[in-house]
């Protein structure tokens, strides 16, 4: 089954914990990106990749890191979380970015709600 | 810059009534558009997109949505909500020259009364 998983699907921590929430898909994707859900605020990018070593920057990447080593792993890094990063986290993946070409579909993974003490 | 508008934070209707949620985006060239919807503890899911040709566009469940220009909208549609469609709603814009990224609304709440 084409999927995008997540892992934690929930996570309490206390600040400066550092924690990696991994994303894994399965399609072969070459584009997957990190956003973050907030009431009121929609949907807002963190980091995305366009390939294997090729990550930047979203519109909210303050106290976040990447990674991407392989093609199907996109790990969401907080090396010192805070309260203000406490937030529902979607990780997605898409053959292409979905504005460039939009025929591909972006997948969602299923979440991973953060309460950050 | 690109930026989506949903006006409605959260809208109830009756379950076999009709449903209209609204979006306004800003852009300067034709955007591609696209509403998600997420059902409670779950993900996102396409409903339909728009890229260019035909104003009305069909998706799934039932959804439509139709993109006028001169009014910068993208509404979605359908004409007789089941109680399963209860869930939040996003509009997004595909924002060609951010690295072709999605930039979402703030999403609207759907309840459905029986």
Not at chain 1, 36 to 50: A, K
Not at chain 1, 68 to 83: D, G
Request: glycine share 10%.
């Amino acid at each position: 089954e084409a999927q995008v998983t997540q892992n934690p699907r929930y996570l309490i921590t206390v600040t400066g914990k550092k924690l990696t929430v991994t994303c894994s898909q399965n399609m072969n994707h070459e584009y997957m990106s990190w956003y973050r859900q907030d009431p009121g605020l929609g949907l807002r990018q963190i980091y995305y990749s366009m390939n294997v070593e090729v990550t930047d920057k979203g519109d909210v990447p303050e106290g976040y890191k990447v990674s991407r080593k392989e093609k199907r792993n996109f790990p969401l890094i907080l090396e010192s979380p805070s309260p203000n990063q406490t937030s529902l986290y979607f990780c997605a993946s898409s053959f292409s970015p979905p504005g460039l070409r939009p025929k591909g579909e972006q997948f969602f993974g299923p979440g991973t709600r953060l309460t950050v003490l | 810059a690109q930026s989506v508008t949903q006006p409605d934070i959260h809208i109830t209707v009756s379950e076999g009534a009709s449903l209209e949620l609204r979006c306004n985006y800003s852009y300067g060239a034709t955007p591609y558009l696209f509403w998600y919807v997420q059902s409670p503890g779950q993900g996102l899911q396409l409903l339909l997109k728009y890229f260019s040709g035909d104003t009305l566009v069909q998706g799934i469940k039932g959804f439509e949505a139709e993109f006028k220009r001169s009014q910068s909208s993208f509404n979605l549609r359908k004409p007789s909500v089941h109680w399963s469609d209860a869930a939040e709603y996003f509009c997004a814009v595909g924002a060609l020259n951010q690295g072709g990224k999605l930039i979402f609304g703030q999403g609207t709440e759907l309840s459905v009364k029986p």
